[in-house]
């Protein structure tokens, strides 16, 4: 079983993040970035799934040098080999045109299965697995809390709102994890050392045949108009008992629609 | 990421353990200090991520690393908690490196692997009520009949020598007399649950709370012949082998200590509002906290320094000169680094609900274990050529 996983560098969710002011694009010079927290679920799901077999993970990004963290990290984790897109006619790309350089590029690669997180941390739109599935005609199984190999089939359960449901689907197949999935595991001083030696394949646009039109900023469907940073949070409001507690409190709640 | 003299393979494992230290150890530290619980579970997982077969070779479960990359993984436990931090520098130091360095072949496949996998630990028992800086006054006695080493006689203050995991202790223990009536001292395993070896309650301790401290008694304690560690009368001589490898790892304890401290009284200064601002415009209050950061530095680099030499297999006295710096130098600040943190903290500072009045607590071990800071004074006087007695 070879397995492809999906992996996103983000810029860390715990700094202040922000946008460039310039073209609207994230700003990625100001914090340090690192391998999707989400997309970590996905490298622990396919690193199982590969664990009995003598198939391969391979790690593919698209971004931009320092997304070379991100693989590295999925190499430390215990994946066989890597995939780096980066192309500077790539800055700016969204969903559609990251989906259309990783189904590109996935058509470079041998696999049974394609994993995904379930979402970025920073574009947090959640299309790129679907999309992809689209763009290779493959199925689709999304979400998946618990994912199960056996042969060619993969079953995953997805839990919804108000129902569980369990779908199953054949090799070649596109599945995204969620952080249900089970804990990714850490990096050993071992999985570093040999991580050193693991190829990583670097790929630009030409390589996989991409016109540089049809991606970047100029070639998005979407465009950010503009950008705020959230209101600081306001000081909390201290409910002082005055035997009206409780009314107070319920009041409180009720006035942010919290009840 | 920021410049560092180590590897970047030895910094990325620096960030795993980190993270570690936050998840796993950070959330449930203060409740196992008051409680005095020591956290088999956490051995566990440390385990799995390798921390303990960190040094030793891939057949028994390890990952062939180098000592850096152990000292890397202590100081980040020992930034969160001495405690954990200790935990693991006993269990490689003095629980998995003698059986490594002195055992045979057999005595390495029945306890590596375990020890390697967290999954067990071992102890070392040198110190003896009457025999501490001065370990070649041991009293305790292996005296071989009929195949079987019978011991009798006590150990003080043992770390990982009684929780449930402990698989065996490894003791000194006379074993004759040389010619000319100086003791022979041998080395001894001891498997945990050996009728005659009791592990007794643990201590009542300053600080270290976490941590497993037992006294230790042998009446007529028999274990197998082939118990001997390592050569018959080399007890003592393979002890002092295993001393420049602690020295260095406490150093790198006393590191995360004095980075712990440096961090938290850095953040509080910022926060704590007095006569209008937060004390950290105060130079009285910047300056010491200026002072942590530079002891944070030298600490570290003389630490890693010695690290260093042990990896590039730099031996002898060098080595012994070196981690007797790192060591004195490291804990000394760690001690000095924990006054200045509670005094940033006020009050707040000598209340458990704080983190720093833990790091007080468990400092002034530093100083005192694994060769006092007077011993050390001592051997790096002589190692300048005085004749110190
Ligand atoms: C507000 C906003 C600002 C944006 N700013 C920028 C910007 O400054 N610069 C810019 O280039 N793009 C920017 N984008 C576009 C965004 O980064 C792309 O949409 C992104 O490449 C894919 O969408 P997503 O992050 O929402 O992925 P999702 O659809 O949420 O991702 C799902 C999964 O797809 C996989 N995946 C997603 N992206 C990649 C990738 N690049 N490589 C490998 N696997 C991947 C991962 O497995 C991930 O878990 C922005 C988008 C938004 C909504
Ligand atoms: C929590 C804890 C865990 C420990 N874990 C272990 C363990 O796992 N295994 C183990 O074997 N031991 C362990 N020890 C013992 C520790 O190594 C000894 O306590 C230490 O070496 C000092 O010995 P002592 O307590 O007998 O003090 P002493 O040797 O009695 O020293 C008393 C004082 O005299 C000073 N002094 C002694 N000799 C000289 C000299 N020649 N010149 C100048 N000053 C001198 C000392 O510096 C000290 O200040 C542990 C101790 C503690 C507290």
């Known amino acids: 079983m070879n397995i492809v996983v999906c992996v996103k560098y983000v810029p860390d969710a715990t700094a202040d993040r922000s946008f460039d002011s310039s073209d609207s694009t994230v700003d990625r010079e100001g914090v340090d970035g690192l391998l999707s927290e989400l997309d970590e679920y996905a490298v622990e799901q396919a690193l199982l799934a590969a664990e009995d077999g003598d198939g391969e993970v391979t790690v593919l990004t698209v971004g931009p040098a320092d997304a070379a963290d991100a693989v590295r990290k999925a190499l430390q984790m215990g994946a066989d080999k890597g995939v780096h897109v980066e192309d500077d006619d790539i800055a700016g790309s969204d969903a559609v045109a990251t989906s259309l350089i990783l189904a590109k590029a996935l058509g470079t690669l041998e696999y049974d299965l394609v994993f995904f997180g379930m979402s970025s941390t920073d574009g947090t739109m959640g299309v790129v697995p679907t999309m992809v599935a689209e763009r290779l005609g493959l199925p689709a199984v999304t979400y998946g809390s ?13 839990d919804g709102d108000v129902a569980t449901e369990t779908i199953t689907a054949t090799a070649p197949a596109v599945v995204s994890v969620t952080d249900q999935s089970g804990e990714p595991r850490y990096p050993s001083f071992k999985g570093i050392m040999a991580a050193k030696k693991k190829p990583v394949e670097d790929l630009t646009l030409s390589d996989l045949g991409i016109d540089a039109s049809e991606v970047g900023l100029g070639a998005a469907w979407t465009k950010v108009l503009s950008f705020a940073p959230r209101p600081p949070r306001s000081a909390g409001e201290i409910v002082t008992d005055e035997g009206d507690g409780g009314t107070k409190l319920a009041e ?5 629609k919290f009840v | 990421m920021a410049y560092s003299t180590l590897s970047p393979e030895h910094e990325a494992f620096r960030k795993v353990v980190r993270d570690f230290a936050q998840a796993e150890v950070a959330p449930r530290v203060a409740q196992w200090d008051r409680d005095h619980h ?11 991520l390798g921390l303990f077969g960190l040094t030793a070779p891939e057949e028994y479960g390890g990952s062939g690393g180098d000592f850096t990359s152990l000292c890397v993984a202590i100081e980040e436990l020992g930034r969160v908690d001495q405690s954990i931090g200790i935990t693991l520098e006993a269990a490689v130091g003095l629980g998995i490196n003698p059986i490594l360095t002195f055992g045979n072949d057999a005595q390495k496949a029945q306890w590596l692997p375990d020890l390697v996998a967290g999954q067990a630990l071992a102890g070392f028992g040198l110190t003896e009520p009457g025999a501490g800086s001065d370990a070649g006054a041991t009293a305790t006695k292996a005296v071989l009949a009929d195949g079987e080493w019978v011991v009798d006689g006590a150990k003080q203050f043992i770390t990982n020598s009684g929780s449930s995991i402990t698989s065996v202790v490894t003791v000194t223990a006379r074993t004759g007399v040389r010619d000319g009536g100086r003791p022979e001292i041998s080395t001894i395993m001891i498997p945990s649950g050996t009728p005659g070896f009791v592990a007794e ?5 300053l600080g270290w709370h976490i941590s497993d401290t037992h006294p230790l008694s042998f009446t007529g304690c028999r274990v197998p012949e082939e118990n001997l560690l390592g050569e018959r009368g080399r007890g003592y001589a393979q002890f002092l082998a295993t001393l420049d490898d602690g020295r260095i790892a406490i150093a790198a304890l006393a590191v995360g200590c004095i980075e712990a401290c440096l961090d938290l009284a850095r953040e509080y200064a910022l926060d704590r509002q007095t006569f209008g601002g937060p004390i950290g415009r105060k130079q009285g209050v910047a300056f010491q906290i200026a002072d942590l950061a530079v002891a944070a530095r030298a600490a570290r680099a003389l630490t890693y320094e010695a690290a260093a030499m042990k990896d590039a297999g730099v031996g002898g006295q060098e080595l012994k000169q070196a981690a ?17 943190a509670t005094q940033v903290f006020g009050g707040y500072g000598f209340m458990e609900e704080y983190p720093v009045a833990r790091f007080y607590r468990d400092a002034k071990i530093l100083e005192i274990g694994e060769g006092t800071s007077e011993v050390q004074r001592m051997l790096i006087a002589r190692g300048l050529g005085l004749p110190v007695e």
């Open chain 1, 146 to 158: 618990e994912i199960t190999v056996d042969g060619s089939t993969v079953t995953v359960r997805r």
């Open chain 2, 201 to 205: 309650a643990a201590y009542d301790k």
């Open chain 2, 324 to 340: 007797s710096i790192a060591k004195l130098y490291a804990t000394e600040q760690a001690v000095t680094a924990t006054r200045i």
């Open chain 1, 252 to 256: 409180f709640l009720a006035s942010k």
């Open chain 2, 38 to 48: 020591f956290p088999v579970d956490l051995v566990a997982k440390m385990g799995e």
